[in-house]
């Protein structure tokens, strides 16, 4: 079955040190792959997202590859700053686009 | 353009008690949609999903229903609440006719509390 696996939290940064949340997949066929961003007490939005392998999603200064030899789909930003803590959930929609499965969040911390 | 509507944003309800929570779709037809719970520690749990009318799939056995009485209505509910049912509760839609490529779209959360 789909499934998705990323790295437990809590995260605590300071700002402008570099980020990396890993996460890995498994699922059949091709699926879109997906990272959103929850801020307290808010609902999900989405941050960026890839479709196909060796495809680069990039927002707001995070980025992450799709890379299907490893099913993988790291988060990464160059320097976090306080505005960036939250919970990231990685996520994958399967290639026939019915089921969309999360991972078990990231809790970012980021502190001045 | 497309909206999701979710309501109540809060709740607070006794154990044994009933519970509806509603979410609608506006901009779109024959959406997929979605309610996921969010406990804490415990990340977001796929509780039912629908791609139609009267379609419903439940992911996980537990004390909760789901129904689509229209197309753009989703609602989830129970019988008998327990303390165990306290958590973030959210509805998405994704549009079936874009395939696997389009993001699903959150609605801002129902925070329920089972006392």
């Known amino acids: 079955g789909n499934s998705v696996t990323q790295m437990e939290g809590p995260v605590t940064l300071s700002e402008e040190a570099f980020l990396t949340i890993n996460c890995t997949y498994t699922?059949?066929?091709?699926?879109?792959l997906f990272w959103y961003v929850q801020y307290p007490g808010e609902g999900l939005q989405l941050l960026l997202k890839?479709?196909?392998?060796?495809d680069k999603g990039s927002n707001k200064g995070f980025e992450a590859t799709y890379r299907k030899e490893t099913t993988s789909f790291h988060l990464e930003k160059g320097s976090v700053q306080v505005s960036d803590s939250a919970v990231y959930f990685c996520?994958?929609?399967?290639?026939?686009?019915?089921?969309?499965?999360f991972g078990k969040g990231t809790t970012l911390s980021v502190s001045s | 353009s497309q909206t999701i509507h979710q309501w109540p944003a809060t709740l607070v309800q006794p154990v044994g008690s009933p519970l509806s929570l509603e979410c609608t779709v506006e901009?779109?037809?024959?959406?997929?949609l979605y309610w996921y719970r969010q406990a804490a520690g415990r990340g977001l749990q796929l509780l039912f999903y629908?791609?139609?009318?009267?379609?419903i799939s439940s992911e996980v056995p537990q004390n909760l229903s789901a129904s689509r009485p229209q197309d753009r209505q989703f609602i989830l509910s129970s019988k008998k609440l327990l303390l165990s049912d306290s958590g973030f509760y959210l509805c998405?839609?994704?549009?079936?006719?874009?395939?696997?490529?389009?993001?699903?779209?959150f609605g801002q959360g129902t925070r329920l509390t089972v006392v």
């Open positions: 890839a479709t196909k392998a060796d």
């Open positions: 996520a994958l929609r399967n290639q026939a686009g019915t089921a969309l499965i």
């Open positions: 699922a059949t066929g091709y699926p879109s």
């Open positions: 629908s791609v139609g009318i009267g379609q």
């Open positions: 998405a839609w994704t549009d079936p006719r874009t395939g696997r490529h389009l993001e699903a779209f």
């Open positions: 901009g779109t037809s024959n959406p997929n």
